[in-house]
């Protein structure tokens, strides 16, 4: 194990998590809204939109981020739309995502009873008061446990980032290898930055769910 | 016009004609006509799947009917054009399974109507909310999460939830059915007070003597059409038609022969 290493490239790590980090972050946040607006349109069975947001969801959870990052990266170039690399992952974490959180937004909706929506619906709430008031509270709180885990599953997919020249954690790690051939060191580093990455979130989501099963809604 | 238990003459405040309504092929409501005048306690009794909940739900818009008329107050209310909205803030309803909103305290359970639908003020509303509930012997219960009451309890604050939106009728769906035993009473006898006050109801039940002592009149509905509408005492003692006849039957008992 060469320990001077480790010390010398743990700061290019430390930089690279936090780029990792930031995408994921910005991508994980503009997911929910699609995931939001999709549920929504679902929910409400909005014509033509529902029929879009059903083709989405298809396309999106049955191709891989990194076909979807090669389309954006070197297909959008030719019609002569540029992205750069980081809107790239932003992009592309969203519309993987977005599906994911789609689904799980469905989930917690389905859980509620009809009767709820009808009690809604006879003091006289708007279908969209019924969604912020009665469905979404209720949705989100059992959508939690499929949320935690998707966010957990968007962070660990950025590691195919590196595939359209963001320097992301993997870039780093690859990088350092064909440079030095330290490949023990490289990849023990990049496995310690993933677990400090999603350690903590694995454990924040563990204590989250058990709070809401205790504190569960119950009529 | 029709005359009720004080004598007094009243106007006609929801009017039925020949409402039909079916469920794909299934015809549940064939031919029903009743007027609902001001005031006046109505109690829809017959078998189970008689259709008498789906009629309720017509009433409120709960369910789109096929044929036939509503109207409300004169105002048509069975049109494509019908403003549910409005119409369920004036036809409350309470149901069977006392549906609270789980994530919401007793208080904001029924502050949400008049405030976000009527745009009452918060403080009026809360303010009227706590007169309500202390009516129906719920006023610490104000701050609970509906998971924290009772089933009567619950049921009571549903009651209230509907009553606070000042509406001109209410309609209860089966309300003590899925309650124990020993909670029914409590419920009934909010109804019964309200019924006292001057309230509007459709009531469907299947509690017999709790009928007998809150209606102004009874229909009795099977197969989906009314057979009998009568007065309670006429109705429960003297029935006219051989099915309501039937009917009432069933909730009598022989006594067991002694053995010699």
Redesign the interface.
């Known amino acids: 194990m060469d320990w001077l290493f480790l010390q010398k490239y743990t700061p290019m790590y430390i930089e690279a998590a936090g780029l990792t980090l930031r995408i994921a972050a910005i991508g994980i946040l503009l997911s929910f809204a699609v995931g939001l607006v999709c549920s929504v349109v679902q929910q409400l069975k909005i014509p033509v939109l529902r029929q879009i947001v059903g083709g989405y969801i298809e396309l999106s959870r049955n191709t891989p981020l990194l076909v979807q990052l090669f389309f954006l990266y070197f297909g959008f170039p030719r019609l002569g739309i540029m992205i750069s690399s980081e809107l790239c992952g932003i992009i592309g974490l969203a519309f993987l995502g977005g599906s994911y959180m789609a689904e799980a937004f469905r989930s917690g909706i389905d859980s509620i009873?009809q009767?709820?929506i009808?009690?809604?619906?006879?003091?006289?709430?708007?279908k969209m008061?019924l969604i912020r008031?009665?469905v979404l509270?209720?949705a989100v709180?059992v959508s939690v446990p499929a949320f935690c885990a998707n966010i957990i599953f968007l962070i660990k997919e950025t590691s195919v980032f590196s595939a359209v020249a963001l320097a992301d954690l993997m870039y780093v790690a690859k990088d350092l290898i064909g440079l030095y051939y330290n490949t023990n060191e490289a990849l023990l580093l990049l496995v310690i930055a993933y677990l400090v990455l999603l350690l903590p979130i694995s454990v924040v989501s563990t204590i989250i769910e058990r709070r809401l099963r205790h504190a569960?809604?119950?009529? | 016009m029709a005359e009720l238990r004080c004598g007094i003459l009243s106007d006609v405040l929801l009017e039925i004609k020949h409402l039909k309504k079916s469920f794909g092929d299934t015809e549940v409501l064939r031919d029903l006509s009743l007027d609902v005048h001001t005031g006046e306690v109505i109690v829809v009794i017959g078998p189970s799947g008689c259709g008498k909940s789906t009629f309720l739900r017509c009433l409120n818009g709960l369910e789109k009917v096929q044929g036939g008329e509503i109207r409300l107050k004169g105002n048509l209310i069975t049109g494509s054009k019908t403003d549910w909205q409005k119409v369920r803030q004036q036809i409350g309803m309470v149901f069977q399974s006392y549906d609270l909103f789980p994530n919401m305290t007793v208080l904001q359970n029924l502050t949400l109507g008049p405030v976000k639908v009527q745009k009452r003020s918060r403080e009026e509303a809360a303010e009227t909310a706590r007169k309500l509930l202390a009516r129906v012997g719920l006023a610490e219960k104000e701050n609970a999460f509906p998971r924290e009451l009772s089933g009567g309890q619950k049921q009571r604050a549903a009651i209230v939830r509907a009553l606070i939106l000042n509406p001109e009728i209410i309609l209860f769906d089966e309300v003590t059915a899925a309650l124990d035993p020993e909670m029914v009473r409590e419920v009934l006898d909010v109804i019964l007070e309200l019924a006292k006050s001057g309230s509007t109801m459709v009531i469907v039940t299947h509690e017999m003597q709790f009928a007998r002592a809150v209606a102004d009149r009874v229909v009795f509905i099977d197969g989906g059409e009314i057979v009998e509408t009568s007065p309670p005492e006429e109705f429960f003692t003297n029935p006219k038609t051989e099915r309501a006849r039937k009917f009432l039957n069933m909730f009598q008992f022989d006594k067991r022969k002694e053995e010699p």
């Open positions: 009873e009767t709820q009808e009690s809604g619906l006879s003091i006289g709430l708007s008061q008031y009665i509270p209720q709180s569960r809604f119950g009529n």
